[in-house]
């Protein structure tokens, strides 16, 4: 059977690639997030001993900064993930309910006896 509608799968297909490619990107996102509050604490920790300012207690400031923010962009990551891969699988789940219902439409159409009229009896005089 032909396949309809050539177009809308490529694009269904669109959407599931930038799905998986926002995932990656976002979780190596999250990852440096993560490494750069780990490192970063250490230098803003060095640069608030210089100053007298609450000294050895900024790492864990930068450390516990960093994990909120490595977990809150994961979960964002993830969930925009859902909503563009679920956009493509859309697209997939319209298309499969037209070819669906186009078959449905042809095995009826197929399957359907014309109807049967009773041959009227012969007029009087015939």
Same mark, same amino acid.
């Given at each position: ?21 926002? &995932?990656?990107?976002?979780?190596? #996102? ?6 750069? #509050? ?34 809150? #962009?994961?979960?964002? $990551? ?16 319209? &298309? ?15 399957? #359907? ?5 009773? $041959? ?7």
């Amino acid at each position: 059977m032909e396949k309809k509608f050539r177009v809308l799968r490529f694009i269904g297909t669109v959407w599931k690639i930038l799905a998986w490619i926002v &995932l990656i990107i976002g979780i190596l #996102s999250s990852a440096g997030v993560l490494l750069a #509050s780990i490192f970063g604490g250490g230098v803003l920790g060095q640069l608030g001993q210089e100053y007298g300012e609450m000294p050895g207690f900024s790492w864990v400031f930068g450390l516990a900064g960093g994990i909120v923010a490595f977990i809150v #962009s994961l979960v964002v $990551t993830i969930i925009y993930f859902l909503l563009i891969y679920a956009v493509g699988e859309l697209i997939y789940l319209l &298309l499969a309910i037209e070819e669906n219902t186009r078959l449905a439409a042809q095995w009826i159409q197929a399957r #359907s006896v014309p109807p049967v009229y009773p $041959t009227p009896p012969p007029l009087p005089g015939q």
